[in-house]
């Protein structure tokens, strides 16, 4: 069983509503999210170290193709459950994306956090892996039991997060 970690939002304390850094970076994916031109579910991702956001990342078709929401997706018009078959789709996930932006400015990773707004599937799970990400905080849930897995057994630290 994948030890997940649970996290709550503080809901801003009484002197001040100045979110904590884990609010501020979740509500910043959310904006990210936003930009998403999948049919589906719009997913958004941030990485961040040390403070900083050094990429960010929304999921839909690679630069120069067509989105699916201009020329409809195979998933969509076959009724794929969620979580299966992403190849049919042209869309980049959201995690994928962030990554191949640090990759396109030559910006390490190595040791950061990706927020995501929901549960990464394990293609995701093994990209953040091998691009020495140490700490994933989600939002929604995903039905991939693999990627948990996979990322427990990786030792990386994954927390739920929830307003
Ligand atoms: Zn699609
Ligand atoms: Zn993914």
């Known amino acids: 069983m994948p030890e997940i970690e649970f996290m709550q939002t503080s809901g801003g304390n009484v002197m001040s509503d100045r979110p904590t850094w884990d609010e501020y970076f979740i509500k910043i994916v959310e904006l990210v999210k936003s930009r998403s031109t999948c049919l589906r579910r719009q997913v958004g991702a941030l990485i961040v170290k040390d403070k900083r956001i050094l990429s960010t990342g929304y999921n839909g078709a690679p630069s120069g193709c067509k989105h699916c929401s201009e020329v409809g997706c195979l998933r969509e018009k076959l009724n794929v459950p969620s979580g299966e078959r992403h190849e049919l789709c042209r869309g980049v996930h959201a995690e994928q994306n962030a990554i191949a932006q640090a990759a396109y400015s030559g910006t390490s990773i190595r040791g950061g956090t990706i927020y995501v707004t929901d549960q990464p599937c394990v293609l995701c799970a093994k990209l953040a ?35």
């Open 129 to 163: 892996i091998n691009a020495g990400i140490e700490k994933i905080v989600f939002k929604g849930d995903y039905p991939d039991k693999l990627s948990m897995d996979l990322l427990q057994e990786a030792g990386i630290r994954v927390v739920k997060y929830s307003d």
